[in-house]
């Protein structure tokens, strides 16, 4: 079992790819069915330490990495050593081996879902060697069936993690939460929905929808935008990274980087809220409109390609940042284009002439850039939304998408609407981000999930840049909405967000403010325990003398006789005071005899039994009559005498 849940927690982590979770479960796969069917592999031990070693080293030539190698070796060694016949020593190998294989799966995961697998691998790990611990005196047991307590693991498992909890709360912190280098075969996003720094209509095939939370979006205390809706304002777009060079059917960001970069810690926004981003691969932030602050800034965030914000560094753990921004503000604050960028932003390309086509044919004659804009998205709102990306194979997919199938995601509106512009000398760029994604009331934030990535359109105007988003509203999964998530989905999604912002993120901050908090309360308590109320002490003293009663309950009984003068016996006494209570004046020995009378299929354990309390009682140092005196406890339990 340590094994098996060890792969369970492996397979939760989600660090590892799909071919080299199937080389961690096969060994074990197979070593089940040998204990299946029973087979007797023993004689064959040499063989398969010779196939661990070959497995071994044509890992290390296959070039995998020494961590990968060293996972697998263990993962088969483990069920080498289940398939084999085991002893008590062997038992605790394949635990050793199960802590260590958790233990490297521990350093990258750190989702509420991981920690039931951690909880399943401690009773696993708690229950075998519980097993291991009673074997040995369960050999004194004969004549009666005696399994070990397997009820009380939880409770000592309870215990540990009363204990950690304490340790965690008043050590200190210490997590970075960069990701480990050598925890390889992170799991990419190939052709799912999500959030990237490119863009190309070349690409065949349907894009998968993909639930995994990209971001949470928390308001400040007191804040409820769902009866305050213009909070909100601003939020409907969350911008990640401009497209503003193109090249035949794919989208790249130039060089272009945001010029409020300055600006950042001194502007000051009307709105403010706490942004919570999960891992991702390029390290993106999407932030709203208008931003004028973040929080914190160095060394942690820098600005990139593209007018984006990143990470410094890869994320392994979600990260809090705080905005602010107003809605207000253009988004970038520019002040004029360069001819350079001009002409970057009007670049068009042969293979580029349906666009021109389509924007002559839509909004003939010279409209102003707002009204040509607002024609052109009009006519493509009228276009069918979906994943299947029918254009996608199609020698020309921009010509195919707006002559032939009028179907696409939204990188196919989002292009066509920027080429349409350029097309008729409007700088156009594409932008990628997110919709907002749906409120959840029970945690109290904005959840944005892979599945609200998003293209739209900026372009130039009268100074400033405006938005255009010529995708169909509430079509795909894209759309944002609270009918996404059901009851129990949001509770789920409430408690991992508690998991993450209580025991992840668990700072120093929240250390000192939960300590002071413990403080003042074990102050005030010390203030009310000065004058308590009378009932609380007449209650009090109830119970004192209840327990003390109850823990003298002894002396106040007679003196037991004849066997109960001897502890071991006690548990048999018990089991037996109805059906065979001892007589006057009898000893341990005849009580004993008799009772083999009785049952003459338990009179050799009893004489057993006999000869041990003998040897108790004289003084012979022997200590096998508890034992045994339990187990045999546990065969007159629930005897009943049989009618005459």
Known sequence: MPLWAA????????????????????????????????WDLGSRHRWLELGA?????????????????????????????????????????????????????????????????????????AAALLQQSWEPSAALRRGALSRPPYRRVPLWIGGALLLAGGSFVIMPRLSLGLRPRFLLGASQSFGKAGLGDR?????????????????????????????????????????????????????EPSEYRSTTFDALGSARGNRKAEFLFAPNPQGLLALPSGLTQLDPWDPYLTTGSGGSIRWRSVRARTQPVTASWNPGLGEPRESRLSPRRWDLLTQLGPEHEAARRASQQWAPGAPPPRQLAAALEKNLRGFTYTLDNPSGKAP???????????????????????????????????????????????????????????????????????????????????????GGLNLVERWADAVRYRWDRYVVRFSDQDQQAGLSWLQNQVQDWEWHWKAPRPGVLW????????????????????????????RALRPLL???????????????????????????????????????????????????????????????????????
């Open 7 to 38: 792969l369970g927690a492996t397979v939760s982590a989600g660090v590892y790819e799909p071919v080299e979770l199937e080389l961690m479960a096969l060994p074990l796969l197979a070593a089940a069915v040998v204990g299946a069917f029973r």
């Open 53 to 125: 070693l070959f497995y071994f080293l044509a890992h290390l030539a296959w070039g995998r990495g020494p961590f990968m190698v060293a996972i697998h070796t263990l993962y088969m060694l483990g069920a080498i050593r289940l398939a084999l016949p085991r002893e008590a020593a062997q038992r605790r190998q394949v635990v050793l081996i199960g802590f260590v294989l958790f233990l490297t799966t521990a350093m990258g995961p750190s989702d509420v879902t991981f920690l039931l697998w951690a909880l399943a691998w401690f009773c696993a790990a």
């Open 199 to 251: 863009l190309d209509l070349s690409i065949d095939g349907p894009i998968v929808p993909n639930p995994e939370v990209a971001l949470r979006i928390t308001p400040p205390p007191g804040v409820d935008p769902t009866l305050e809706p213009s909070w909100s304002k601003g939020l409907g777009l969350l911008r990640g990274i401009t497209l503003e060079t193109v090249r035949g059917f794919r989208w």
């Open 396 to 482: 020309n997919p921009l010509q195919d998408f707006l002559e032939h199938t009028r179907a696409g995601h939204c990188e196919y509106f989002a292009s066509s609407l920027a080429l349409m512009l350029r097309a008729r000398g409007v700088p156009s760029r594409v932008v990628n981000g997110y919709r907002l994604g749906p409120w959840v009331p029970e945690g109290g934030y904005f959840r944005v999930s892979q599945n609200e990535a998003h293209s739209w359109v900026e372009y130039w105007d009268e100074g400033r840049w405006w938005t255009a988003d010529p995708t169909p509203l509430g079509t795909g999964p894209e759309a944002s909405r609270l």
């Open 539 to 566: 209650g009090l003293g109830a119970i004192v003398s209840a327990y003390l009663v109850w823990r003298t309950r002894a002396r106040w009984q007679p003196a037991p006789t004849g066997p109960g003068l001897i």
């Open 574 to 644: 018990a089991a037996t005071c109805r059906s065979a209570p001892p007589l006057q004046g009898e000893t341990a020995r005849a009580w004993l005899q008799r009772l083999g009378g009785l049952r003459p299929e338990r009179r050799e354990a009893l004489q057993t039994l006999a000869d041990a309390t003998d040897a108790l009682a004289y003084g012979s140092g022997a200590d096998a009559a508890p034992a045994l005196a339990k187990a045999e406890a546990a065969a007159w339990r629930r005897w009943k005498p049989s009618a005459r």
